[in-house]
């Protein structure tokens, strides 16, 4: 106990050495600063329309249905980390961080549960579980990593409650990317032998 203690507490540590990191560098860039708030706000809002675009058929292709079951992993994998986290963050019961030190955060936010990020969890949730959506996966990457960096910069996480959040999103993520992918075929297979007049 002693040692899980110790861990915590180098962990505790680094995520406010981070923060502080962060805070002397507000105001300095007021460009760059206004674009990390957008980030920690709208990447999600983004994120989500890109996805529903590249399944609606991307950059003009031929609608199909094949993109769609990426989409809907993807989706879904974001709605099971937000559901699965909420015991998890009551249990934890952890401050943000403007809640504990007089720190200002960029963005004004309620106060609530910290760990783990939702925002996090939601964006490489949508990221991997999208893996199978071409080019638009990695543009989907690039925002869920710059949501997750966005979030430490503007004061609203702690660095281990971005990290703890995009792990479970991205391995909640992967399964239902994998899933979707092992039973597609099986599935369109039993839809398209099925009497369409149900009898």
Not at 62 to 78: E, F, G, T
Not at 101 to 118: C, K, Q, R, T, Y
Request: charged share 15%.
């Amino acid at each position: 106990m002693g040692r899980v203690l110790k861990i915590w507490s180098l962990i505790e540590r680094a995520d406010w050495r981070v923060l502080r990191w962060c805070e002397g560098r507000w105001g300095r860039f007021p460009a760059f600063d206004a674009a990390m708030m957008a980030a920690a706000l709208y990447t999600p809002l983004v994120m989500l329309a890109l996805i529903a675009i590249a399944a609606s058929g991307w950059a003009g292709q031929a609608r199909s249905a094949a993109p769609v079951w990426p989409a809907a992993a993807s989706v879904a994998a974001a709605v099971i980390v937000r559901v699965a986290h909420e015991p998890i963050s009551r249990a934890a019961r952890r401050p943000r961080p403007f809640e504990v030190e007089p720190i200002h955060a960029l963005v004004e936010h309620e106060p609530g549960e910290s760990f783990p990020s939702n925002h996090a969890a939601g964006g490489f949730a949508l990221a991997v579980g999208g893996w199978h959506l071409g080019a638009v996966a990695y543009v989907l990457l690039a925002l869920a990593i710059w949501l997750a960096l966005a979030r430490i910069y503007c004061g609203l996480h702690y660095p281990s409650d971005v990290i703890a959040g995009a792990a479970s999103g991205a391995v909640v993520g992967y399964a239902c990317s994998s899933l979707q992918w092992a039973y597609r075929e099986p599935l369109l297979h039993a839809l398209a032998v099925m009497d369409p007049t149900g009898r």
